[in-house]
């Protein structure tokens, strides 16, 4: 079987649901190191990362047949995947206990040691471009909201506002990131 080089969203989806390997292949060549950058930011451990990627290719290939074309792009519905999964990972009790084992220095060593890469291409469609957008806090509560990992609430703790305020500006970075977003596509 030869490998696809290019497929539209559209057909790209249709032959995930008939379960075409060689388009699962073409979504891993083509979105694997975006979805690793986003995945990265979160977890900050390659291994972990590592371990997140399969697990967000095998959510994606087994609930492709979930996604909805009208509700968004496959792009976003794959992030959003890859961040919930992500997420879910450093919130694991294994994850936890593990991190607060480390001594600080060995944290900042392991930091050192992995020299994380991430291709180039991981924001290939421009998405710091388009946070840098947004006002100045908006744009930290969504990267701290969807990048970091944090829930409001957290995030509420962590820049000492009120809870109320934190949903009124993402609602707001939101609505103006799905402007934006329009002027993209």
Same mark, same amino acid.
Request: charged share 25%; with cysteine.
């Given at each position: ?6 497929? /539209?969203?559209?057909?790209? *989806? =249709? ?5 075409? @390997?060689?388009?699962?292949?073409y979504l891993y060549d083509n979105y694997a190191g975006a979805l690793y950058?986003?995945?990265? %930011?979160? $977890? ?7 371990? $997140?990627?399969?697990?967000?290719? !095998? ?13 968004? %792009? #496959? ?7 890859? %961040?919930? !999964? ?12 593990? @991190?607060?084992?480390? =001594?600080?220095? +060995? $944290? !900042? ?10 291709? /180039? +291409? !991981? ?5 710091? +471009? ?11 509560? *969504?990267?701290?909201? &969807?990048? /970091?990992? &944090? ?5 509420a703790v962590k820049l000492d506002i009120p809870l109320g305020t934190v949903k009124t500006r993402t609602r707001?970075? #939101?609505? /103006?990131?799905?402007?934006? #977003?329009?002027? &993209? @596509?």
């Open positions: 079987m030869s490998p696809i080089h290019y497929l /539209e969203e559209k057909t790209l *989806i =249709s032959l995930l649901q008939n379960k075409d @390997q060689r388009a699962f292949n950058g986003v995945i990265i %930011r979160i $977890v900050l451990s390659k291994t972990y990362a590592d371990e $997140v990627i399969q697990d967000v290719f !095998v959510k994606i290939w087994n609930h492709v047949d979930t996604f909805d074309a009208t509700k968004g %792009r #496959l792009y976003t519905w794959m992030i959003h995947i890859a %961040r919930n !999964v992500a997420i879910d990972c450093i919130k694991s009790k294994g994850v936890q206990n593990e @991190q607060k084992n480390q =001594s600080l220095p +060995n $944290v !900042v060593d392991d930091k050192e040691k992995h020299n994380f890469t991430i291709p /180039e +291409n !991981v924001d290939f469609i421009g998405f710091k +471009n388009v946070l840098n957008e947004l006002k100045t806090d908006w744009k930290q509560l *969504i990267e701290m909201a &969807y990048f /970091e990992g &944090y829930t409001q609430q957290e995030i707001g970075a #939101l609505l /103006e990131l799905k402007k934006i #977003l329009k002027e &993209y @596509q």
